[in-house]
């Protein structure tokens, strides 16, 4: 695949958050503003990254009984080390993401670009995947945080001082006060329906494109599987 | 692999080293950036709860450590936890001046409200302040000082003011104000405010005594 392949399908084609609807759980119970989101998004990220290039090293070499196992044991221990070094130097974001950074062993995107992709490919394509996906996941969180927060509190990037630890008393735009927001935009049900709505939007503008181009990336799920 | 085929026994042997040297070198890593971070870890961990505790006593004077002169209490009836919670006391010149205690109200909206509400030698509340909570964003969390002022209310009261039976929202006719909309929490957290100051009276003698420190350094008057 060319790297440009590599970087549409992550950020566009296969997007993780709107097409492959992978990882949905963190996707919905983080994205309660634009800070949370950035901070789980990155972590993610990291992972994905890191995840895709020592899988890719490893992977051809695996017994195809144990491959699973070693792809989850090597994913396991890379989130517990970025976990270790959030709540080292970054305190803050380490207690906004709560229970949803060890939880990014679990994120069944990590899992499946290892095994769909990175495991099949050289290093570098591997660690472009990991970066496209990742950032994919993480775009999608941002505009969904940004979004729940401006709607539920009337703020931008307002706990992005918290994240960072930055002491600052406040951060970001105040658009209107925290007790006009509107409160189901930070509840569950309100994380589903907004998702909800950018899945329409992708559809919509999918419907739109050119036929060609439209139908591979929805029924085409993931493209490692396919060329197995 | 596919062209040249291996005895299965042979290959059952090798899959298992496989995973066993990958399963060391995840340890590896792991322990390496453990002993890499701890100190830091328990570091920003200490300062996180000192500062708490400066938050509850109020700026109340005192000298000592407080995380290293603490009780485990244990009573699921008025403290709220089944398990064992920590009371912490401070202390001027080695006079104990104020027992910081952990409390759990369990009757909340949504989980336990876990709460570290700092209690006088006279018996009146420093300071309460919530240290973790599941309640409805927007409607429960009202009992975070970052998201209003609610909590300081408890501040400057004690048993007798307002009486034992008084300690109950306006709508159990008690005399603290509900948040509107959150009875329930508001409900849970005052009657865990008034039954941890029922805990201190009754062990008064035993909180802010010296009979169970460890250390013999303290002077008592």
């Given amino acids: 695949m060319t790297p440009a392949a590599i970087l549409r399908a992550g950020f566009r084609d296969q997007n993780p958050g709107l097409v492959q609807l992978l990882g949905l759980c963190p996707l919905l119970a983080v994205s309660t503003s634009l800070g949370s989101g950035l901070g789980l998004g990155l972590a993610t990220l990291a992972v994905l990254i890191a995840s895709n290039g020592l899988i890719s090293l490893v992977g051809r070499s695996l017994p195809a009984e144990i491959r699973i196992a070693v792809f989850v044991l090597l994913i396991a221990a890379l989130v517990t080390a970025v976990e270790l070094a959030l709540a080292a130097w970054l305190p803050g974001l380490h207690a906004a993401l709560g229970i949803f950074l060890p939880l990014i062993v679990t994120n069944c995107l990590v899992l499946a670009r290892a095994e769909a992709f990175a495991s099949r490919q050289p290093v570098g394509n591997a660690l472009l995947d990991g970066f496209a996906m990742g950032g994919g996941f993480l775009v999608v969180l941002v505009a969904l945080g940004s979004v729940r927060e401006v709607l539920g509190r009337g703020s931008l990037g307002g706990d992005l001082h918290a994240l960072l630890g930055t002491g600052g008393p406040t951060s970001g735009w105040h658009l209107f006060g925290e007790q006009h927001g509107f409160l189901l935009a930070l509840l569950p049900p309100g994380a589903f329906i907004l998702l909800g709505l950018g899945l329409a939007w992708r559809q919509a503008r999918q419907a739109a494109a050119p036929a060609s181009a439209s139908g591979a990336a929805l029924t085409g799920g993931v493209p490692g599987e396919a060329a197995s | ?221």
């Fill in chain 2, 1 to 221: 692999m596919a062209g040249n085929p291996e005895p299965p026994a042979r290959r059952t042997v090798r899959a298992a080293i496989v995973l066993a040297a990958t399963a060391i070198a995840a340890f590896g890593l792991v322990a390496v950036v453990h002993e890499a971070t701890r100190d830091r870890i328990a570091a920003t961990a200490r300062a996180r709860e000192l500062a708490r505790f400066d938050q509850v006593l109020g700026g109340l004077l005192h000298d000592n450590d407080l995380l290293a002169d603490t009780l485990t209490l244990r009573d699921p009836e008025l403290l709220g936890a089944t398990e064992a919670v920590t009371a912490y006391r401070a202390r001027f010149h080695g006079q104990p001046v104020a027992v910081v205690l952990e409390s759990v109200a369990s009757d909340g909206y949504s989980g336990a409200i876990r709460l570290l509400i700092a209690v006088a030698r006279d018996g009146t509340i420093l300071g309460v302040r919530t240290v973790s909570h599941h309640e409805t964003p927007g409607l429960g969390d009202f009992i975070d000082a970052s998201k209003s002022d609610w909590m300081q209310r408890f501040t400057g009261k004690s048993l007798g003011n307002p009486a034992a039976t008084r300690w109950r929202v306006r709508k159990d006719s008690g005399d603290f104000d509900q948040y509107t909309g959150a009875t329930i929490t508001s409900r849970a957290v005052v009657g865990t405010v008034g039954r941890t100051l029922e805990f201190f009276a009754r062990h008064r003698d035993e909180l802010l005594g010296d009979e169970l420190l460890a250390a013999p350094a303290t002077i008592q008057p």
